[in-house]
T-cell receptor, first 113, second 112 residues
Framework: DVKVTQSSRYLVKRTGEKVFLECVQD?????MFWYRQDPGLGLRLIYF???????EKGDIPEGYSVSREKKERFSLILESASTNQTSMYLC????????????FGSGTRLTVV | GNSVTQMEGPVTLSEEAFLTINCTYT??????LFWYVQYPGEGLQLLLK?????DKGSNKGFEATYRKETTSFHLEKGSVQVSDSAVYFC???????????FGQGTELSVKP
């Protein structure tokens, strides 16, 4: 079964810490995405990548960066965590032809205290 | 820009009731349309999709028809079950890079 795996289900970090959220897919997909999910706001795109070492800003990139050194891995980095970054983070991947939609990971619930 | 608007939740139904969750979109060109479902504590799963006007997507008893004239993609099910309780997201993929744009989600609660 194809999978998108996020390294942690739950994470608690302190304000000001540098936080790494890891995502790995085993489908040889070109495209990878990071979203955050908040009640009443749905899913908002943070960053995405269409190829190795390539990245594009989404709708809410402020306070985040990403890294894609290998095709299967897409990391989200919170440079200096703040309490307003407490959220559910969802990683997704898709093949180049997006018609089949995305495959999502199970999500990481991050709490910044 | 492109956007998706869903009916607000939560929606509470009794088992075997008829379900409709409204979804309308704004987009240039001919986007592909999707419904995703998120069960408690899980990520999103693709429920169904339609890639052109008048296409009907269907899966697990759910259906949605791509209506270009009304820019809608309403989700329907004839008889819901308790196990259908989840959050449902409508989404569109534009034709300029394939990024998915999501609605805000509609929470469905089905009571026995």
């Amino acid at each position: 079964d194809v999978k998108v795996t996020q390294s942690s289900r739950y994470l608690v970090k302190r304000t000001g810490e540098k936080v790494f959220l890891e995502c790995v897919q085993d489908m040889d997909h070109e495209n990878m995405f990071w979203y955050r999910q908040d009640p009443g706001l749905g899913l908002r795109l943070i960053y995405f990548s269409y190829d190795v070492k390539m990245k594009e800003k989404g709708d809410i990139p402020e306070g985040y960066s990403v890294s894609r050194e290998k095709k299967e891995r897409f990391s989200l980095i919170l440079e200096s965590a703040s309490t307003n970054q407490t959220s559910m983070y969802l990683c997704a991947s898709s093949d180049r032809g997006f018609f089949y939609g995305y495959t999502f990971g199970s999500g990481t619930r991050l709490t910044v205290v | 820009g492109n956007s998706v608007t869903q009916m607000e939740g939560p929606v509470t139904l009794s088992e075997e009731a008829f379900l409709t969750i409204n979804c309308t979109y704004t987009a240039t060109g001919y986007p592909s349309l999707f419904w995703y479902v998120q069960y408690p504590g899980e990520g999103l799963q693709l429920l169904l999709k339609a890639t052109k006007a008048d296409d009907k997507g269907s899966n697990k008893g759910f259906e949605a028809t791509y209506r270009k004239e009304t820019t809608s993609f309403h989700l329907e099910k004839g008889s819901v079950q308790v196990s259908d309780s989840a959050v449902y997201f409508c989404a569109l993929a534009d034709n300029q890079g394939g990024k998915l744009i999501f609605g805000q989600g509609t929470e469905l609660s089905v009571k026995p």
